[in-house]
């Protein structure tokens, strides 16, 4: 499963050696990271849009939300939190035991641990999640593991750039009638599970796909 890590580490004097053991931590607990420096971009433009590309491959979105600057987290880490969310993805942030509170519009949608990166994948892989969310497993009827899938393949394509959803999720949601929170439960679901590439398709197709096996999926 892919992870961006997000954070001001990439302002530190010793990045390089922070990246590798960065990617040591994540390799440990069966993640692969994807990290700001790896598109070796320099010019402020170019960078910015490739940091929106390494999150739109990620999974996951792993932020370090200790105090930058001041007494919030860096503010291109909200952003790149914000957008994640936007996107559907799942969010998780980390802080050091030191009392500060956050700022509630990254504590509410995101698993906050206290710790650094090795004890926020270790939560991560333990499986927490929401209590009110459901088990992310496979549905045993084939039939309707079809019509999911069709999801997963829009959700892929907005993901990838080749669909343009700011709110994927609750499109999904929408048009399966379930909450968001289902299809999160889903994406987790299928996460590391290859679908058909569709390589023939366009994007209408797979807008179309989604929409006739969400009433698919309503009428089983």
Known sequence: ?????????????????WAESARETCCQYGYEPLIPIDHG????S?????????IRKAQIVVANLNPFRGAEPDSGTCFELGYA???????????ENV??????????PSLIVEGGLAECLKQLRSGIKE???PAATLPENPLIRKTIEAAIRYL?????????????????????????????????????????????????????????????????
């Open 1 to 17: 499963m892919k992870i961006y890590l997000a954070g001001p580490d990439v302002f530190r004097p010793d990045v390089l050696t």
């Open 41 to 44: 971009e320099t010019d402020a």
């Open 46 to 54: 170019k960078i910015f849009q490739a940091n929106l590309d390494l």
């Open 85 to 95: 969310l936007a996107l559907g993805k799942k969010t998780c942030g980390y802080v």
């Open 99 to 108: 009392d500060l509170p956050l700022n509630l519009m990254l504590a509410v």
């Open 131 to 133: 209590t009110s969310a």
């Open 156 to 220: 892929h394509w907005v993901a990838d750039g080749k669909v343009t959803d700011g709110h994927a999720v609750a499109t999904v949601a929408e048009q399966y009638k379930v909450r968001e929170e289902t299809v999160r439960a889903w994406i987790d679901a299928w996460s590391g599970i290859s679908l058909a590439s569709n390589a023939d398709y366009q994007p209408d197709d797979i807008i179309r796909q989604m929409k006739i096996s969400g009433r698919q999926y309503r009428s089983l």
